[in-house]
């Protein structure tokens, strides 16, 4: 990781990067078994100089690879592979945060391909044990979904990054991806939730078998 230090220092955007010194890595630890769709992908975290004293920076370093959507999209574009991982996750972060975390960056070791970005000391997660009511439930769909178009508006052509690697317009894409009956797609909406609770249920019983069998073995 230090002897590739400097090649993510040159991916950081020039209007946010600091003197060399500022990224001097002062300690390395390497988190294990996190995350849902990352479980087995490398992250690390460093902590770095920054403006010394109790300054100090802790930025996290994760493995990136392909996106697991875009194998099931309806054109497949092979040209998707050649693209660094870790660019084009940092890229989607630029083009949907209305400000940017100016630590963004990425690099590659042994062929792995990993992105950087500030671990956040302000993260907090959403408990299920927070919702305790329908009302609840509906409150928080209705904000995520107000996010996730938000997200969407900015995601496009139109967006305020330097890669103009994003040549669609969002609103056209979403309006031909739901056809001409919004009938139809809401119709499509509920049958496919459904059957994602019938088949999490369903690996859930699977669990509990496999770790009868696992514990009596």
Not at 8 to 25: H, K, L, Q, V
Not at 88 to 97: E, H, N
Not at 145 to 162: S, V, Y
Not at 177 to 182: C, M
Request: proline letters at 3%; aromatic letters at 10%; charged letters at 30%.
């Amino acid at each position: 990781i230090e002897s590739a230090w400097p090649s993510y220092i040159e991916t950081i955007d020039t209007e946010d990067r600091r003197e060399e010194s500022f990224y001097t890595i002062k300690d390395i630890v390497r988190k294990l078994d996190s995350g849902t769709a990352s479980i087995g992908l490398e992250r690390y975290y460093i902590l770095i100089e920054g403006e010394g004293g109790e300054e100090d920076l802790i930025l996290e370093m994760k493995q990136a690879q392909t996106s697991v959507p875009s194998l099931f999209l309806p054109v497949y574009r092979p040209e998707a592979e050649t693209v660094h991982q870790g660019r084009r996750v940092i890229t989607s972060q630029k083009a949907m945060q209305a400000h940017e975390d100016p630590y963004l960056g990425y690099l590659t070791i042994e062929k792995k391909e990993y992105y950087v970005r500030e671990r956040s000391p302000y993260k907090k997660k959403l408990k299920a044990k927070h919702i305790k009511s329908q009302e609840d439930l509906e409150n928080v769909l209705c904000i995520q979904g107000q996010i996730t178009a938000k997200i969407h508006a900015r995601a496009d052509q139109d967006a305020g990054i330097q890669e103009k690697i994003l040549t669609h317009h969002a609103d056209v894409e979403i309006i031909q991806a739901i056809g001409v009956s919004d009938t139809a797609f809401l119709e499509q909406i509920e049958r496919w939730s459904e059957a994602y609770v019938m088949r999490t249920k369903l690996d859930y019983q699977v669990f509990l078998e496999w770790t009868k069998t696992w514990k009596t073995t």
